[in-house]
Nanobody, 124 residues
């Protein structure tokens, strides 16, 4: 059974940083494309960043490029999202997602597995 468990969310002031983690089990991290999505209040879930199993350069949404950094530790079966220079508009529930194969996709329907999400709130 595949499980994705996010952690690391919280309340932070604008300009601050947070590091999210997604611990996985039941899948081979090195054989899956991993991604982070987020869903803000009253908004649809949107793509943030994704990385194929070949670990080519991650693909970032324009809104987070230069501020967020994706990384993965295959040995620990964990992926991370380092978020710097946070803005109030980054407030959302952040979800970890996995899809079989080695292509990054930016739509929610392309992903096979999801975590339960972790809340990030950025105050102004």
């Amino acid at each position: 059974q595949v499980q994705l468990v996010e952690s690391g969310g919280g309340l932070v002031q604008a300009g601050g940083s947070l590091r999210l983690s997604c611990a996985t089990s039941g899948l081979t991290l090195s054989s899956n494309t991993m991604a982070w999505f987020r869903q803000g209040p009253g908004k649809e879930r949107e793509f943030v960043v994704g990385s194929s199993w070949g670990y080519s350069n991650p693909v970032y949404a324009d809104s987070v490029k230069g501020r967020f950094t994706f990384s993965r530790d295959n040995a620990k079966q964990t992926v991370y999202l380092q978020m710097n220079s946070l803005k109030p508009e980054d407030t959302a529930v952040y979800y970890c997602a996995a899809r079989r194969g080695n292509l990054v996709r930016t739509t929610t329907g392309e992903y096979d597995y999801w975590g339960q999400g972790t809340q990030v709130t950025v105050s102004s």
